[in-house]
């Protein structure tokens, strides 16, 4: 049966939050902040924290320097994903993906729905892998960041989750999924 096997051992990750916007500041980043409580909450560690503007290169460098960086294990970004001009982070970030995770999308669009309805089809949520690393991007609204983290992530980055979660997908820890 899939869940969590409290008789297992949890395994942090450390985990980058990226936050897309141009009118985002640190005391006015509602989503970021609320992505970087749900990850302590659940026993994680926030790696790196940082706020870039709707910028296809200014996200994509800020994307590469945390895949390169040895103690970042997996990025979370919020922002962009929408229709309006400036909204370009898949157009930023599915470019640097050698696999995408279309399962994310979908379950990510299954958990909106619950709360926003139709609403949901406004987002382009997405994942993938930029070499060895995750990257999953949500919304920029905390409503979607909640939905996201508390629906979706927060299982599949638990060690303990079983069959087996994505944390056994982590180069670090990829003897958790033998």
Same mark, same amino acid.
């Given at each position: 049966?899939?869940?969590?096997? !409290? &008789? @297992?051992? +949890?395994?942090?990750?450390?985990?980058?939050?990226?936050?897309?916007? #141009?009118?985002?500041? !640190?005391?006015?980043?509602?989503?970021?902040?609320?992505?970087?409580?749900? $990850?302590?909450?659940?026993?994680?560690?926030?790696?790196?924290? *940082?706020?870039?503007?709707? #910028?296809?290169?200014?996200?994509?460098?800020?994307?590469?320097?945390?895949?390169?960086? !040895? &103690?970042?294990? $997996?990025?979370?970004?919020?922002?962009?994903?929408?229709?309006?001009?400036?909204?370009?982070?898949?157009?930023?970030?599915?470019? @640097?993906?050698?696999?995408?995770?279309?399962?994310?999308?979908?379950?990510?669009?299954? *958990?909106?729905?619950?709360?926003?309805?139709?609403?949901?089809?406004?987002?382009?949520?997405?994942?993938?892998?930029?070499? #060895?690393?995750?990257? +999953? %991007? $949500?919304?920029?609204?905390?409503?979607? %960041?909640?939905?996201?983290?508390?629906?979706? @992530?927060?299982?599949?980055?638990?060690?303990?989750?079983?069959? %087996?979660?994505?944390?056994?997908?982590?180069?670090?820890?990829?003897?958790? %999924?033998?």
């Amino acid at each position: 049966m899939a869940g969590v096997d !409290e &008789s @297992l051992t +949890f395994y942090p990750l450390r985990i980058a939050v990226l936050t897309i916007s #141009d009118s985002r500041t !640190e005391e006015t980043d509602k989503s970021g902040n609320l992505l970087a409580e749900r $990850l302590g909450t659940a026993g994680h560690e926030l790696a790196r924290k *940082a706020i870039v503007t709707d #910028d296809v290169e200014a996200i994509r460098t800020q994307v590469r320097a945390w895949v390169e960086d !040895e &103690s970042v294990d $997996l990025i979370i970004a919020t922002g962009g994903t929408g229709f309006s001009p400036r909204d370009v982070t898949p157009e930023a970030v599915k470019p @640097l993906f050698r696999r995408e995770m279309d399962g994310f999308s979908v379950l990510f669009h299954q *958990a909106s729905f619950g709360t926003v309805g139709f609403s949901t089809l406004q987002s382009r949520a997405f994942a993938g892998q930029v070499d #060895d690393t995750f990257v +999953f %991007c $949500l919304p920029g609204s905390t409503g979607a %960041c909640r939905d996201g983290w508390d629906l979706v @992530l927060v299982h599949e980055l638990d060690s303990r989750y079983r069959p %087996c979660s994505l944390a056994g997908q982590i180069p670090r820890l990829r003897h958790l %999924c033998a």
